[in-house]
């Protein structure tokens, strides 16, 4: 495919960038109603903005190139450079947020001076170009043309992309939680397609598709995060009860062996009674935060079952895995008790079942043999209490 002159080729790149510009100003409108005032969330906001930056000045290059006269030469010029630097910043953006969510913590002041001393260096050459020519010139028509560095600062931004995609997807490798494994692939694939737009533009001479492409990539990212939202428990973050229903019924073979185990936070009525509701919310935080903890090695599937119960399903029952997890997890609560400052302890009654599910039959009986045992451990725990309440420590 060609351009058989300048005016399709602008009727072209403008209609993308309007299009693409749309896509970004909904997202943004729904980001705005939806933040929740989380670091994450704050940087998808503003590199968004940075991508609307960038898509508007593109337009803009499209519209005046070509144009006679000084003052188109002059907004060419400003443009371009802004264009480039909007870039950068996106990009700058993108590999915060993709360490934040793959690394879940802040990155590094060295992570930051990595990518910051070469995005300043292409920044320095496109402040410069209208003296240089070295990023990109406007000949004596004051048609854009691109210049010698061009080429080797889109190789630098790709390399810069590639990189975080490669952490995502090895990191990915290590995750054994199913959320976080999806949200690991999700970011180590956004470069796809900006990556397929470069491939386009060099097929399709002239075109302007690379962020375009990108305004694609953070589409399919926004809705991953939504599928996420619905999915989860808004509390605890945790899957929520229908995410796991359908888990059990669509997202495990038939004939798979599973264990399921069932968790009770005990005393919680207590919690709401004696604290408060809010305390009680801060109970079922935490004794998820512990749940996550104690799983973060174990390929499980965590969930909210509802109130304040809770369900652990593993897949492929090893000998002691229950047993041996369930250990694991009452150390984890044993150390919250003994490091926490807050006034009352934490405790988790468990239950577990497992077997081979074939029907919605099997998925029924599992939950209610885990449930069974769970609650007889709690009422072991309650006749613990009485006894210690009569015949004191």
């Known amino acids: 495919m060609s351009f058989s002159n300048l005016k399709e080729l602008l009727l072209f790149n403008v209609g993308i960038d309007i299009f693409s510009i749309c896509i970004v100003l909904i997202l943004l409108i729904v980001q705005r109603w939806d933040r929740d005032g989380s670091e994450d969330k704050r940087i998808l906001f503003k590199m968004q903005h940075m991508l609307l930056l960038t898509l508007i000045t593109d ?4 519209l005046v190139n070509g144009r006679p006269g000084s003052f188109f030469r002059f907004v060419g010029y400003a443009d371009n450079i802004a264009y480039y630097i909007f870039q950068i910043l996106v990009l700058f953006e993108w590999l915060k947020y993709s360490y934040y ?28 170009t209208p003296f240089t020519g070295w990023y990109f010139y406007l000949d004596d028509g004051n048609i854009y043309h691109r210049g010698v560095l061009a080429f080797p600062i889109s190789l630098i931004i790709l390399a810069y992309l590639l990189f975080a995609s490669y952490k995502a997807l ?19 694939f956004f470069v796809i397609p900006p990556i397929l737009g470069g491939v386009m533009q060099v097929m399709i001479y002239g075109a302007s598709l690379i962020w ?13 995060i939504e599928s996420q939202a619905i999915s989860q428990d808004a509390l605890t973050g945790l899957n929520n009860r229908g995410n796991l229903d359908r888990y059990l019924h669509t997202g ?20 709401n009674d004696r604290y408060g509701h809010e305390m009680g919310d801060k109970a079922l935080i935490q004794a998820a935060g512990i749940i996550k903890n104690a799983f973060k090695e174990t390929a499980a599937f965590l969930s909210r079952y ?24 009452q150390k984890k609560i044993d150390l919250f008790n003994e490091t926490s400052m807050l006034p ?38 309650h006749n613990a209490e009485d006894a210690r309440a009569v015949w004191g420590d």
Not at 178 to 184: I, L, Q, S, T
Not at 212 to 224: D, K, Y
């Open 252 to 271: 495990i073979e038939k004939g798979q062996a599973v264990s399921m185990i069932m968790l009770d936070v005990n005393n919680f009525k207590m919690f």
């Open 170 to 188: 090895v990191q990915r490798k290590k995750e054994t939680l199913y959320d976080r494994k999806r949200e690991c692939a999700v970011i180590g």
């Open 306 to 329: 509802g109130g304040d119960e809770f369900v652990v399903v593993l897949n492929g029952p090893k000998n002691d895995q229950p047993e041996r997890v369930m250990g694991k997890l």
């Open 212 to 224: 375009p492409c990108a305004a694609l990539s953070i589409l399919l990212l926004c809705l991953n």
């Open 101 to 128: 969510r793959v690394q879940e913590k802040y990155m590094p002041r060295k992570g930051k001076l990595f990518t910051m001393i070469p995005m300043a260096v292409i920044a320095l050459c496109a402040l410069t």
């Open 344 to 381: 009352y302890e934490l405790s988790l009654s468990m239950g577990f079942a497992a077997g081979t599910i074939t029907d919605a039959e099997d998925v029924t009986r599992l939950l209610k043999e885990a449930d069974e045992k769970m609650y007889q451990e709690k009422e072991r725990f």
């Open 59 to 62: 337009m803009i290059m499209w």
